[in-house]
Nanobody
Framework: QVQLVESGGGLVQAGDSLRLSCVASGRTFSNYAMGWFRQAPGKERDLVAAISRSSVSTYYADFAKGRFTISRDNAKNTVYLQMNSLKPEDTAVYSC????????????????????WGQGTQVTVSS
């Protein structure tokens, strides 16, 4: 399995921006489609965004469209989540996940389809 470590979370005010990073190690990063998930206390884990191996395909949850951008740099073994116009309801633990994929363009939108998970980074948005 690939090892994943997230960073970039923190406490911000509503309207602020954050960029989360997830660095992969242990396997060839470009072989994995990637996703960002989030889970708030007492709530289910939700997919935020996903990106294919080649970056040609992306997916965003409705709440993320227009505010969040997922990207990846295969040379740096890193996937990013740029989050703008943050709202208090975006408060959650954000985790990245990796799906070993033979297809350069496919993405996965269900958590169980992912093979490896990071520990997560806390994002707290105050009003």
């Amino acid at each position: 399995q690939v090892q994943l470590v997230e960073s970039g979370g923190g406490l911000v005010q509503a309207g602020d921006s954050l960029r989360l990073s997830c660095v992969a190690s242990g396997r060839t990063f470009s072989n994995y489609a990637m996703g960002w998930f989030r889970q708030a206390p007492g709530k289910e884990r939700d997919l935020v965004a996903a990106i294919s191996r080649s970056s040609v395909s992306t997916y965003y949850a409705d709440f993320a469209k227009g505010r969040f951008t997922i990207s990846r740099d295969n040379a740096k073994n890193t996937v990013y989540l740029q989050m703008n116009s943050l709202k208090p309801e975006d408060t959650a633990v954000y985790s990245c996940a990796a799906d070993f994929s033979a297809d350069w363009t496919s993405i996965k939108i269900r958590g169980p389809e992912y093979d490896s998970w990071g520990q997560g980074t806390q994002v707290t948005v105050s009003s």
